[in-house]
């Protein structure tokens, strides 16, 4: 058997985000965390690139060595929705997926657009907030730009997050702001409700107790569907936590890991 963890990084990061987390996996799993599209000084995406899901997930699925028999999936935001994409491929020989905040906001706007009194208010508010304006993240103009890249970052992380970046931090997100606003285009056009994510192997949803409310409300939706689904939610974090805090979430990654090991 040649099994591995193959685990797909969020917008404006990149694979050193696993680095911890997989440091101990289990025997005759290797880690596989490659670069998402338009990350890698080779592959790098000219300002007005389309790009598109299909295009992520298949970018994803080459890098599974040949003979593999096993896929063991995750991710964290962006990421989170490209391996739930992956995962819908029969072709791969998933065997558990591990999640960290997904992010499916395409889902969450048509469930909030076909009954308004779906989502909390606090949820529907922020969902309205970010894409119901089409100035605010989905401006083709300015996305990527550091006005874009400003409001991107203190939503995710709080206010003031940008601003106060080292000026090589942000010099390394304005190399890839193009990408990180196709990502968030993506994530808000998914065409799939959630019903369509219906998973049958070992699967771990994890958020954070301080995360935004439409977060919360995704990896909920995402467990009414997969009733199976170990949810975990993580005290003090927020959507940045894997982050900040690996050592709270690789407990979690290992108890998935548990998991895995008796279903087997």
Do not use: C
Request: charged fraction near 20%.
């Amino acid at each position: 058997m040649s099994e591995v963890a193959l685990f797909v990084h969020s917008t404006g990061i990149g694979p050193f985000m696993w680095t911890k987390l997989l440091a101990d996996l289990p025997e005759g799993v290797q880690p596989l965390t490659p670069a998402n599209r338009g990350y890698s000084l080779m592959d790098m995406l000219p300002r007005g690139t389309p790009i598109s899901l299909a295009d992520e997930v298949a970018h994803l699925k080459a890098q599974i060595p040949a003979g593999t028999t096993g896929v063991h999936l995750g991710g964290h935001s962006y990421g989170g929705l490209a391996a739930l994409a992956l995962a819908m491929d029969p072709a791969v020989p998933v065997r558990s997926i591990w999640l960290y905040e997904p992010v499916l906001f395409g889902s969450l706007k048509a469930e909030l657009d076909a009954d308004p009194a779906s989502l909390p208010a606090d949820a529907a508010e922020q969902v309205r907030a970010l894409f119901g304006d089409p100035d605010a993240l989905l401006n083709e103009e300015t996305g990527g730009d550091d006005t874009w890249l400003e409001r991107f970052v203190d939503y995710w992380n709080q206010p003031g997050m940008w601003a106060s970046m080292p000026e090589k931090a942000k010099a390394m997100a304005r190399m890839v702001g193009w990408k990180m606003f196709q990502e968030v285009r993506i994530v808000s056009q998914e065409p799939e409700a959630f019903g369509h994510y219906r998973l049958t192997v070992p699967t771990t949803l994890v958020y954070g107790e301080h995360t935004t409310p439409p977060a919360r409300e995704m990896v909920r939706r995402l467990s009414e569907v997969n009733p199976d689904a170990e949810v975990v939610r993580l005290q003090g974090l927020g959507h940045m936590g894997l982050v900040g805090a690996p050592a709270a979430v690789s407990a979690t990654l290992q108890t998935h890991w548990q998991r895995v090991a008796a279903a087997a």
